[in-house]
């Protein structure tokens, strides 16, 4: 037993005494390791994560600027009123006289020339009647020009007519104006609508100029 005893402490000793042998050898290899690691283990380099910026550029604010107040709302204008006319012929359409408007003093027409290319002076035997009178004076008081009517501004036109071997307005010009382009436009276009019976000149239908007056009269 003794022996055993003895036995053991040995070997203890003996492993107590190989210890700090042992410390350092781990000691030595884990340095040599490190080493190792450090110098065999490739290099390891940081990445450029710098940013350029745009250069910022300062910009000077415009001085305030005042909005002027909304111009006032202007007033609406205030709808006519149309006056009830009353068709009289007598009144809304001059009578056509050939004693007042001759057409005798018009040069004729020259050589070759169209006698509707322009006023001039064609004989006759039988003057041209209008026909459709009241027609007439119904489309006069349609086409009276809004605005002068409204107004209470009247005027005659002085028109030259061309009419042809029926009796048909084929071409109208202004003789003497009214002053107002408006109610000149409006003859012409009365004038046009006109019917007469044919002229004649010795028995046959001739085309002819005649001149027409054309009155616009407001309502009283």
């Known amino acids: 037993m003794s022996e055993h005893l003895t036995g053991a402490g040995t070997a203890n000793d003996r492993f107590k005494r190989s210890y700090s042998n042992l410390a350092w050898m781990g000691i030595l290899a884990a340095t040599v390791a490190h080493f190792c690691l450090f110098f065999f283990f490739p290099n390891l380099e ?19 600027v005042k909005i002027p107040p909304p111009p006032e709302q202007i007033a609406r204008p205030a709808t006519p009123k149309v006056a009830l006319t009353q068709i009289d012929e007598d009144i809304t359409i001059a009578p056509t006289t050939f004693e007042d408007n001759p057409v005798e003093n ?20 039988v003057k041209p009647e209008l026909k459709n009178r009241r027609d007439v004076a119904g489309l006069l008081v349609r086409r009276y020009p809004r605005m002068l009517k409204d107004a ?67 309502s009283s």
Request: charged share 25%; no cysteine.
């Open 46 to 64: 940081a990445a450029d994560l710098s940013t350029v910026g745009d250069e910022l550029e300062a910009i000077e604010l415009p001085p305030e």
């Open 106 to 125: 018009l040069p004729p027409p020259p050589p070759g020339a169209n006698p509707s290319d322009r006023p001039s002076f064609i004989p006759f035997d």
């Open 152 to 218: 209470g501004i009247g005027g005659t036109v002085i028109l030259w007519v061309y009419i042809d071997e029926e009796g048909v307005v084929q071409k109208s010009q202004v003789n003497k104006t009214s002053g107002y382009p408006a109610m000149d436009k409006a003859a012409q276009d009365v004038a046009g609508e006109m019917r007469f019976s044919p002229a004649f000149n010795r028995d046959k239908k001739t085309p002819v100029w005649i001149s027409i007056p054309i009155e616009f009269k407001p």
